[in-house]
């Protein structure tokens, strides 16, 4: 592969460390004008970055906020940000079997990856660290947005510790409290078409 793939953060780029207030009414930025811009219109913020890509791609936990917004949103492809392949059993999806349990259903799974293009996916097979011990290829004909998956911070007055990878739904009383990192897809009408890894 020539190119990094498209939400794959790079060296060089990073979370902005942003000042945060937790209140009974959520979380938010001190200052307005960035928490403005930083809302989505489902009214949860989400963890800004900054820095020019300058070397090589991170493969991190993490996804690239910004860009997997918007090939979530858009159902582009997570490696070229192409349109996603579709044929007549749906939208091409290439998972890590990591995230899930083994005996996962992949029907209604929830899910921050973006769909792919057939080239992509090919080459992420190969290549996406995320994939090697295991992956399955997925057709999907539904994929409703459901939520976000982010940083839950506890309500004020409580002890507990901020849930760093929280899976927060649209509809949850906890998306005022979530820093969010990735839109969620929910996988509908799934046909499992091959499943495999890159190394044994
Ligand atoms: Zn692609």
Redesign the pocket.
Known sequence: MTQAPYVVPMEGERALSTDLKITRDGVSCTDPVWDALNRDPEGALWEAWTGLPSGKPVYAAELHPERQLIAMESLL??????E?DRNELGMLWVLPVLDHAEDTVWEGVRTVTPP??E???SEAKLRCPRLREGWVELRVREAELVGVRGTLHPRPGSNADPDPDALVLYDSADLPFVVARGLVRELANVTLVAAGATVS
């Open positions: 492809c997570a490696g070229c940000k192409q996603a792919m293009c080239a992509c996916a």
